[in-house]
């Protein structure tokens, strides 16, 4: 979180953290105070009866507890689906999308 991902931040971009417990929490949580700090919302994914993160976070999506080698498969669902609604709520053809290789696409 130095010199350009600092300057992107202001009141109307939000920042999406993913914040499950595990060995690099506490550097998460160090910048996502740092974000909220500059007054930029911030949207986190986190493991459910996380307080801490309730507190600082606008919105928070709880997942539920996993070992830590599988909450990579847990955090990508409500990414996607994040992902998903951000893009049709933005217009964006979401079963055709942009500059995808004709090899996809062609049958």
């Known amino acids: 979180m130095k010199h350009g991902p600092i300057a992107l931040v202001d009141e109307r971009t ?38 801490k993160i309730d507190q600082l976070a606008d919105d928070v999506i709880f997942l539920p507890f996993v ?8 955090c990508s669902i409500p990414l996607q689906l994040l992902a998903y609604e951000i893009a049709v709520l933005r ?17």
């Open 14 to 51: 939000p920042s999406l953290f993913i914040a499950p417990r595990g060995h690099i929490y506490p550097k998460v949580m160090s910048n996502l105070e740092e974000i909220k700090a500059r007054r930029g919302p911030i949207i986190a994914l986190a493991g459910e009866g996380d307080t």
């Open 67 to 74: 070992e830590e080698y599988l909450q990579p498969l847990v």
């Open 91 to 107: 217009g964006c053809n979401v079963d055709r999308p942009r500059n995808l290789a004709k090899s996809v696409t062609v049958e």
